[in-house]
């Protein structure tokens, strides 16, 4: 069975067909639409899915956000806004005619990086840290998905009462802080205006404002995990995404850990899939929820 997977995020929209192996056989890509309106996604996901559907089986959504009985609602207006309820499942059937499944791309990811780790890990979560913030959660051995779609939404957790209002509405969020959109928005003079890949550039080469801003989302995200800890008892966590897997990122979100007590640390390391990882956590899901 050949599945169609697609992944939606705040930046870029992904497709590829990936086997009963999950191996990859074709991919595309293409950014996500600046008019964040159900109309540009429709004709977006048109122009990515039409030149593969014709080889799939059924389809598998990975998206950004709270996925409910197929249903996007955008958490977060600023990185996927315009799309309060926008019928995921119903719209790709309709476009494709194959049956499909959808879940949260956070979600998918964590179920793909899970197949990595050795057996004896039954407690782990997944981050990623990219436009925004978001997390999986496997609890002896399965994924938690929630009743709500809400699960694994970590980055919408309280960082600082006196923070940074976040997209989401909340103040303070992780992902108002630690995300390349809350690093981007901190920066002030020079670096006002960059965005985050230009900010650890300039990290890279020692300027004093740019790698406090690392340093103060690499701290943010020390203390969710220390909070996850608490909560899941996780044995591992893996962080990807964009800034989570940035040059010297992780080494220094440990650093940070350390400094919590020890019953709040936890095993940290890199995500394997990067890029790939909610294309086939999806396409994975899709294979034992569609049989």
Known sequence: MIALAIDIGGTKLAAAL??????????REI?????????????????LVTPLSARAQHFAIASTGIIQNGVLTSINPSNLGGLSHFPLVDYLSTLTELPGVALNDAQAAALAEYQQVP???????????????????IHNGQLV???GGLTGHCGHTLADPNGPRCGCGRIGCV??????????????????????????AYAARGH????????????????????????????????GGSIGLADGYLSLVQHYLAQEPAAYQTELCPASHKSNAGLLGAALWAQGTLQ
């Open 175 to 200: 992902e108002a802080i630690a995300s390349g959109r809350g690093i981007a928005a901190a920066a002030e003079g020079e670096l006002a205006g960059l965005d985050a890949k230009a900010i650890f």
């Open 18 to 27: 990936v086997d009963s192996a999950l191996q990859i056989i074709a991919r």
């Open 145 to 147: 998905t929630g009743s």
């Open 208 to 239: 004093e404002q740019a790698v406090a801003l690392i340093q103060r989302s690499a701290r943010t995200l020390a203390r969710l995990i220390a909070d996850l800890k608490a909560l899941t008892d996780c044995q591992r966590v893996v962080v």
């Open 31 to 47: 950014p996500t639409p600046a008019s964040q309106t159900p109309d540009a996604l429709e004709a977006a996901l048109r122009e």
């Open 119 to 137: 057996h004896a890990i039954r407690d782990m979560v997944f981050i990623t840290v990219s436009t925004g913030v978001g997390g999986g959660v």
